[in-house]
């Protein structure tokens, strides 16, 4: 398996270093999302102690009684704010819902943008108001540090450092916070249930705060899934549909899934929180000229980000 590349790399040598060391930060990310869509972050901006805490009312919040949990569930908001129950959203192409419940965070727009019309207020769990004040302040952090990932690509795609900066500023991201709840009576489930079954991500980049638990594989070149494992409170980075169609296929968003634990460990809950940095609706997805050619005509139709994401909402089960 020495073809899977995810290199764990250090952000504060791109946000701090010389040039010497940004350029390398550069290469090396573009390089891993051409070859695996996947790297490893230190120097986030996160710390142990928000980390933990994080997590502490992540399991506050799923521990909350099921009519409290359904009260946030909202059908008109497609699932992008509050709560989602389980068994409501299923992996495109699969008929069994993953075995899942999760909450979602949106963006906070501050600065008068006129873009705020366009976003679902976030809804405030009254009974957690940690939880609330603790999202938001991750939600913060991890858009700052895909900012400057983003950044980071640009310079490997030859483009301005800043092409993406105004096009993610008060952009759609969504910050979602996961509970895989025990599996009580594992023959009771359908023979292809699992946690999370294989699918791609839609936005433009995925920045993962490491599980409490392994499970996460994704699916190599060479058609064999492999173990992707964050060292301590590294993040996960990954690239989305997004970020794949602007580049003609020149990163790689790699297919994923989070498996079932061995039978023993069914009846225990695993945790995640991704963040999904998505732009504003109105970015323009058509492919970059620079990334199509003779060798690599162009494979995507043009259309915005908006339009795209109203399409995979509707795959997944989550708009009607």
């Given at each position: ?62 521990k ?33 819902p ?33 939880f ?73 980049i995925?920045?993962l ?16 899934w ?12 990954n ?27 069914m ?17 323009d ?26 399409e ?9």
């Amino acid at each position: 398996m020495s073809s899977v590349n995810i290199p764990r790399l250090d952000l504060d040598t791109y946000i701090n270093g010389n040039a010497e060391q940004r350029k390398r930060f550069s290469d090396e990310i573009g390089k891993a999302f051409n070859e695996t869509g996947f790297v490893t972050i230190t120097n986030h901006g996160l710390s142990k102690q928000l980390i933990d805490k994080l997590y502490e009312q992540v399991k506050a919040l799923f521990k909350l009684p099921e009519d409290v949990k359904l009260k946030y569930e909202k059908a008109e908001l497609a699932g992008q704010r509050g709560y989602t129950s389980k068994g409501k959203e299923t992996a495109k192409g699969f008929k069994v819902p993953d075995l899942k419940e999760f909450w979602q965070i949106g963006q906070t727009v501050t600065d008068g943008d006129p873009v705020k019309n366009e976003y679902p207020d976030n809804l405030v769990v009254t009974e957690l108001p940690e939880f609330n004040s603790t999202t938001r302040e991750v939600y913060q952090k991890l858009e700052a540090a895909g900012k400057e990932l983003l950044r980071a690509i640009a310079v490997y795609l030859n483009l301005p450092e800043t092409y993406f900066d105004d096009k993610v500023h008060n952009g759609n991201s969504i910050l979602r916070t996961l509970h895989y709840f025990p599996i009580t009576d594992p023959d009771a489930l359908p023979a292809d249930a699992v946690r999370a079954g294989a699918h791609e991500d839609i936005n433009l980049i995925t920045l993962l705060i490491g599980a409490s638990a392994d499970g996460l594989e994704l699916f190599t070149r060479e058609g064999e899934w492999f173990p992707v494992k964050a060292h301590g409170e590294d993040v996960v980075v990954n690239v989305g549909d997004m970020l794949q169609r602007l580049t003609n296929n020149k990163l790689k968003s790699t297919t994923h899934r989070v498996v079932n634990p061995p039978r023993e460990e069914m009846n225990k809950s695993r945790y995640s929180v991704p963040f999904f940095l998505h732009p504003k609706s109105g970015m323009d997805l058509t492919s970059l000229d620079s990334c199509v050619d003779a060798t690599h005509p162009k494979l995507y139709s043009d259309m915005t980000a908006g339009e795209y994401l109203d399409e995979r909402l509707r795959e997944i089960g989550l708009k009607k």
